[in-house]
């Protein structure tokens, strides 16, 4: 149990374009969703708490605007990248809370690359 | 402000002990995660420890002190497999959220 899935696994596009990234909790509903981007050898940043009905709540830094998330249902979050530029290239990963509301469970990550 | 860090990268033999220290300076502590992460896919959870004290796992072992601010992992009987990259993460009150470490690259030779 605790599966949760993103799609695509990794997408590449042009500059200027938009790109929407689905996190997707299997075999549970998750009111809470995160949203985190990965450099190479870096760690985890948080950029976003997505609650399902609600805003997402942004952290520090992370424009609003540019990075759009939307928790549509119990089991579905989705992150769109608007306008990406090269310097938007990242591992985007997204994590479910379950349902006790004590652990993260992990989709296996979005690779995104802008030309 | 929060600061976690770790050491930034490790080397053990195989069949080797290491232990990946992580110190954190954060508010509103509600216990500590470690992840496994192999290059290029998702972090994989090896513990979680709320209270002051060693929890035990197999190979896995992680210790944690609330008042030191302190924690580590410990790896036992390392095998070839466990070279990749660890992260320490707290966990905050406010929205269950995780703060990550910096992460610690493990490399193991034979």
């Known amino acids: 149990g605790a599966v949760v899935s993103q799609h695509p696994s990794w997408v590449i596009c042009k500059s200027g374009t938009s790109v929407k990234i689905e996190c997707r909790s299997l075999?549970?509903?998750?009111?809470?969703m995160f949203w985190y981007r990965q450099f190479p050898k870096q760690s985890l940043m948080l950029m976003a708490t997505?609650?399902?009905?609600?805003?997402?709540?942004?952290e520090q830094g992370v424009e609003k605007d540019k990075f759009l998330i939307n928790h549509a249902s119990l089991t579905l979050s989705t992150l769109t990248v608007t306008s990406a530029h090269p310097e938007d290239s990242s591992f985007y990963i997204c994590?479910?809370?379950?349902?006790?509301?004590?652990?993260?469970?992990f989709g296996p990550g979005t690779r995104l690359t802008v030309l | 402000g929060q600061n976690i860090d770790q050491p930034t990268e490790m080397t053990a033999t195989e069949g080797a002990i290491v232990q990946i220290n992580c110190t954190y300076q954060?508010?509103?502590?509600?216990?500590l995660f470690w992840y496994q992460q192999h290059a290029g896919e998702a972090p994989t959870f090896l513990s979680y420890?709320?209270?002051?004290g060693l929890e035990e796992k197999g190979r896995f072992s992680s210790f944690l002190s609330r008042s030191k601010g302190y924690s580590y992992l410990l790896l036992k009987e390392l095998q070839m497999k466990d070279s990749a990259s660890y992260l320490c993460a707290v966990k905050k009150t406010s929205f269950q959220k995780l703060v990550f470490g910096t992460g610690t690259r493990l490399l193991v030779s034979p």
């Open positions: 954060t508010s509103g502590f509600n216990g």
């Open positions: 994590s479910a809370l379950g349902l006790a509301g004590n652990e993260q469970f």
């Open positions: 075999d549970f509903q998750a009111t809470t």
């Open positions: 420890n709320v209270l002051d």
């Open positions: 997505s609650n399902e009905g609600s805003k997402a709540t942004y």
